[in-house]
């Protein structure tokens, strides 16, 4: 008997008699509330509701990156199982980032609603976890759960398969998300089974999601395995632990040492616990030279000693090898008894209340900078009634030591403000710049996003844009702002396999002999500018797509930058954008970056960016080899 609605009246004048009457029971006791499990699997959960609903997913996972969502369905009918249209849809979740349109969260003719989940957008949503996602019918309450996983977050480590006892090997870790795409600002942590020394025992994982760890060689166990962990990843890898000792006692690692004086170099040999002793070691020096030979023999303490110097500053590595043993030391030579100083405004005119950092170069007679020197700064001439963030400052290894001037209310004049620099161990070596506070200066801000176009087959397209703004900080429209982009330097190394995606190992992250050889910017081959002897000035500059823009009513203007995929991840540019008043004053803006590269393009499923798998400008880490075996 088909019964419209449990009503108890209805059901009791349908039946009579005795035998009608317990059929009644029977009826009502059908009638009384229930509820049925949820098995988290989409299905609805019923309380005194004549609908049912049922919530899918569009995939099986929602992305760690946080940049793709999985829309998630709830479909709703009622007890003949007729899809309802017109039903409101009640969405919510345990995480992540949900977005409902209003228009998609009422049933459609379907008797489907829908939201978006996403992982979310701060570094830590990229976390694998498990997200429930709920969905209420409002008329009725009828309910069903779905569960999402978060995936794709991985954890990788790259390093050396060797470290010698007594000396260190760096790991470096690469926290990535779902694009592959180096997850920022993440703490993590390292360990050994052997219980060595690892520097830093934790790390904050950078831009590009990577932290570099330091590990000590024991000679307690001949393997050893490094455990990284962090966001609820793991990771490790073993190495072996080499017996034999071969490595620099000095000069430190990172030491200043002065130019035009001696300076010792110490390497240590043994064997088994023992000194190698009567055994040759060769010396190489990147930078300076060997005052007495670049061999040595060690002694009865296994060490062999060279003597070096320069005349110029900078940093410079010294490379000591015998047999298959090597083992390299970078420092820096620094000058060290000041003979000038430069100083220079960020910027010759700014508004009232604005800001410029004033800077002081130190330098020796040699023009090499020198370092550890304090620089008195001091506002000779003010009209504008500003002041300095500091008096004082000390120069590092650039020479450089940098104080703020803030202006003050007042107008001062063109060139009104001069400000002064001095040594204070010699008050004699000072120097002055002038800079004008008025009211028609202007702001230029470079600004770009993380999307990255595939320009063609073979080339890559960075969209970037700029706005202009005056001292009140409105928009400055109609202006010409001309642009520049300048390679800074080109990167050795390769691609390697990661977890799930191509990962850079740069052979030569630091050296500065892979500067741009084109020292003076005229595209030109000067002498001592081809450091490889290879006929072309490395590295390639990428294009922009316009020389110069012109801000629109909202001081804004875009362009692009475009450059070839074997490019990206390999050279280090710097983007400059300047503008003019109508008095001539020029303002800037600037960006230094590594080319980078389309995440997709990184996916282990096909070759990595450019195809070769390895830098155009080869993998021998020293910058100074000919490039062309790369291609």
Request: negative net charge; glycine residues 10%.
């Amino acid at each position: 008997m088909y019964i419209p609605s449990c009503n108890h009246a209805v059901v009791r004048r349908l039946l009579g008699a005795v035998l009608i009457a317990l059929t009644a029971g029977m009826l009502l006791s059908a009638c009384k509330d229930s509820t049925s499990a949820n098995d988290s699997s989409g299905n609805s959960t019923a309380a005194d509701t004549s609908n049912s609903i049922q919530l899918t997913g569009s995939a099986a996972s929602v992305p760690s990156s946080g940049i793709d969502a999985v829309t998630v369905t709830a479909t709703v009918k009622d007890e003949n199982n007729v899809l309802v249209e017109g039903a409101n849809v009640t969405f919510s979740s345990s995480g992540g980032d949900l977005s409902v349109d209003p228009s998609q969260s009422q049933t459609d003719s379907s008797g489907t609603a829908s939201a978006q989940l996403g992982a979310g957008t701060d570094e830590t949503d990229a976390r694998e976890r498990m997200i429930t996602v709920t969905a209420e019918v409002e008329a009725d309450g009828a309910q069903a759960q779905l569960d999402l996983p978060v995936a794709g977050t991985s954890l990788a480590i790259s390093g050396p398969e060797t470290v010698r006892a007594g000396e260190t090997g760096d790991f470096t870790a690469t926290l990535t998300d779902s694009d592959g795409a180096g997850i920022p600002n993440i703490d993590l942590s390292a360990t050994t089974d052997s219980g060595a020394t690892v520097s830093p025992a934790s790390g904050t994982t950078d831009a590009q999601g990577k932290v570099t760890f330091s590990v000590d060689g024991t000679t307690a166990a001949a393997t050893d395995k490094l455990t990284i962990n962090g966001l609820g990843e793991t990771a490790s890898t073993e190495f072996s632990i080499a017996s034999e000792v071969f490595n620099v006692k000095t000069p430190d690692k990172d030491a200043e040492l002065g130019v035009n004086q001696d300076h010792t170099v110490t390497v240590h040999w043994a064997d088994s616990g023992g000194p190698v002793v009567g055994s040759t070691v060769n010396f190489n020096l990147s930078r300076g030279s060997f005052t007495a030979g670049s061999q040595a023999v060690t002694d009865a303490n296994g060490d062999a000693s060279v003597t070096i110097r320069s005349a110029s500053a900078g940093l410079a590595t010294v490379t000591a090898s015998a047999g298959a043993l090597q083992v390299d030391r970078r420092f820096r030579f620094v000058g060290t008894t000041p003979a000038d100083i430069a100083v220079k405004s960020g910027s010759s005119e700014i508004a009232t209340g604005g800001q410029t950092t004033i800077t002081a170069t130190v330098t020796d007679a040699n023009g090499n900078p020198v370092a550890d020197k304090y620089v008195e700064f001091a506002l000779t001439q003010d009209p504008s009634q500003g002041g300095l963030s500091t008096t004082a400052d000390r120069t590092g290894a650039d020479g450089k030591a940098e104080t703020v001037f803030t202006a003050g209310s007042e107008i001062s004049g063109t060139d009104g403000v001069e400000i002064t620099a001095q040594v204070r161990e010699d008050t004699s070596i000072n120097e002055s710049t002038l800079l004008t506070v008025s009211g028609t200066a202007l702001r230029v801000s470079l600004g770009t996003g993380n999307a990255l176009v595939q320009a063609s087959s073979t080339e890559y397209s960075m969209p970037w844009s700029l706005v202009v703004t005056n001292s009140t900080g409105k928009p400055a429209d109609s202006r010409d702002v001309e642009l520049a982009v300048v390679p800074r330097r080109y990167i050795e190394g390769s691609w390697v396999a990661g977890a799930d995606s191509w990962i850079v190992s740069r052979t030569s992250p630091d050296s500065p002999e892979c500067r741009n050889e084109d020292t003076d910017l005229d595209n030109t081959i000067d002498p001592g500018e081809d450091r490889d002897g290879d006929g072309v000035l490395e590295p390639d500059s990428p294009v922009l797509s316009k020389g110069t823009v012109t801000t629109d009513d909202e001081g804004r203007a875009s362009f692009e930058l475009i450059y070839p995929e074997t490019e990206s991840q390999w050279v280090e540019v710097t983007l400059q954008a300047r503008v003019k008043n109508s008095a001539g004053t020029e303002f800037s803006d600037k960006s230094t970056f590594i080319l980078p590269a389309l995440a997709d393009d990184t996916k282990l499923d096909g070759a990595p960016p450019g195809g070769t798998g390895i830098s155009p400008y080869g993998t021998n880490g020293d910058c100074l080899s000919d490039p062309a075996g790369a291609e």
